[in-house]
């Protein structure tokens, strides 16, 4: 099982919540722990999706080197889409800005809607991250649903002021992936949840890793909108979770 970047959610107790994007087991605030593997294909909802490996984008402008260049990308997109206005979180490892070297950065949506064609469109502030004040390089990014469950991403984000600069994502393709999440739920007890996307997946616990078995979680999964759940109590031993496709 192949360890991979955990991000914390929220904190309990004495000790932090891990919330797990990829295959990993973390310690949880429950004396727990949880792992995650393989993947599944759906429509687009709320939850977890990812570029796949070669994509590109096109990079333009009168500050980049030959006035044009192509250059990868990868990012981790996590969509919320049940409230009134849907919002995105785009996790990218080599964002690019004014034809300059790679560098990490996380894009929040400013606004977002849910278009009459199905199509979710989100706008914001490309560097808000970087400069709360904000900045002129803004991104207008749309994502449509695939019959094949996968996510299509169309969009520009380019600079609003006195010269040109952009970059164009043209129909790069997304995947969803596996994910569980976990909060407090009382004094007593959490809740561990997943997407509906997931629904043909089992949750599983072992006692230690590596781990000589695997066990069905026995509790009841209960549903709420594009959300699957369990909840636990916080008094049991040490567990690890994972989430497996039969």
């Not at 990829?22 to 709320?46: D, E, R, Y």
């Not at 889409?81 to 490892?93: E, N």
């Not at 994502?143 to 609003?160: H, I, L, M, P, Q």
């Not at 078995?213 to 031993?237: F, H, K, Q, Y």
């Amino acid at each position: 099982m192949k360890a991979m970047k955990v991000t914390i959610q929220s904190r309990i107790g004495p000790r932090w919540l891990l919330a797990v994007r990829k295959a990993v087991a973390v310690p949880i605030a429950l004396g727990a722990h949880l792992a995650l593997v393989c993947s599944a294909g759906a429509a687009l909802q709320s939850g977890v999706y990812q570029t796949p490996p070669g994509a590109m984008v096109r990079e333009w402008g009168d500050r980049v080197p030959n006035g044009s260049r192509v250059v990868p990308i990868f990012a981790t997109l996590t969509f919320d889409l049940g409230a009134a206005q849907p919002a995105l979180t785009a996790v990218i490892t080599n964002a690019v800005l004014e034809g300059g070297n790679p560098f990490a950065l996380t894009v929040h949506s400013s606004s977002g809607s849910h278009l009459v064609d199905g199509t979710y469109r989100f706008m914001g502030d490309y560097l808000q991250d970087i400069y709360p004040s904000g900045t002129q390089y803004l991104f207008d990014w749309g994502f449509s649903a695939a019959s094949d469950g996968s996510v299509v991403w169309n969009g520009n984000t380019y600079w609003a002021g006195g010269h040109i600069w952009q970059v164009a994502v043209s129909n790069i393709t997304l995947v969803p992936a596996a994910w569980l999440n976990i909060s407090r739920v009382g004094t007593v007890s959490a809740q561990i949840m997943w997407g509906t996307n997931f629904a043909d997946h089992v949750l599983e616990y072992a006692t230690s890793l590596p781990a000589l078995g695997w066990n069905t979680v026995t509790n009841a999964v209960t549903s709420a909108g594009d959300r699957l759940s369990v909840t636990l109590e916080t008094g049991i031993s040490s567990r690890f979770y994972r989430l497996r496709k039969p």
